[in-house]
């Protein structure tokens, strides 16, 4: 079975503070990880997936096996950066369902 | 522009009445999910569709069934809605390795 974690449901900092959303998972396998965001009054969409290796919106995020994580960073936080975070793990090799963890709503003060 | 589009923003039914929440991808995915979102329990997968005709249970099915006739819509059904399925329900879709995509939700209200 597949599980992921995201361990608080609230996360509040002043903008220009580090950010650091946590998110570990279970899988037997190889998983491919993905941070999904959704801003207020907006649908969820990808915000970034591990295997691309991008930053968006300068945020990033490592995939750590030994330590079986997946954490979202962004070093110095924004006001727009404020929304719902969730953390998701597809299976590779044949599983196509997304499993998400159960979100962290991050607040950026002024 | 790729797009879920959800046949509904906001629905308000009453207890034990049969509810319809329509789905329509315009990106020839095959796989199509239906979530309920709730706070503090994050996405929870109710049913999902990998081809036409064809569904599978998720973690939550009770009280809900699903269609697939066509390769784009995927319809979710509550054969008799109750209180406690009052919630905000999102439709994704995929194809096999892509990330998700989104429809803009629908928040339902049994009264």
């Known amino acids: 079975a597949q599980r992921v974690t995201q361990p608080e449901k609230l996360l509040s900092v002043f903008k220009g503070a580090p950010v650091e959303l946590k998110c570990n998972y279970s899988?037997?396998?190889?998983?491919?990880l993905f941070w999904y965001v959704q801003y207020s009054r907006q649908r969820l969409q990808l915000l970034l997936r591990?295997?691309s290796r991008e930053s968006i919106k300068g945020f990033t995020a490592d995939l750590n096996k030994g330590e079986t994580s997946f954490h979202l960073k962004k070093p110095f936080a924004q006001e727009e950066d404020s929304a719902m975070y969730y953390c998701?793990?597809?299976?590779?090799?044949?599983?196509?369902?997304?499993?998400f963890g159960r979100g962290t709503s991050l607040i950026v003060h002024p | 522009d790729v797009k879920v589009t959800q046949s509904s923003r906001y629905l308000v039914k009453r207890t034990g009445e049969k509810v319809f929440l329509e789905c329509v991808q315009d990106?020839?995915?095959?796989?199509m999910f239906w979530y309920r979102q709730d706070p503090g329990l994050g996405l929870r997968l109710i049913y999902f569709?990998?081809?036409?005709?064809?569904?599978e249970k998720g973690d939550i099915p009770e009280g809900y069934s699903v269609s697939r006739e066509k390769k784009e819509r995927f319809s979710l059904i509550l054969e008799s809605a109750s209180t406690n399925q009052t919630s905000m329900y999102l439709c994704?879709?995929?194809?096999?390795?892509?990330?998700?995509?989104f429809g803009q939700g629908t928040r339902l209200t049994v009264v």
């Open positions: 994704a879709s995929t194809r096999s390795y892509t990330e998700a995509f």
């Open positions: 899988y037997s396998g190889s998983p491919e």
């Open positions: 591990h295997i």
């Open positions: 998701a793990l597809r299976a590779t090799g044949g599983s196509y369902i997304p499993t």
């Open positions: 990106m020839d995915h095959e796989n």
């Open positions: 569709s990998y081809d036409v005709k064809m569904k």
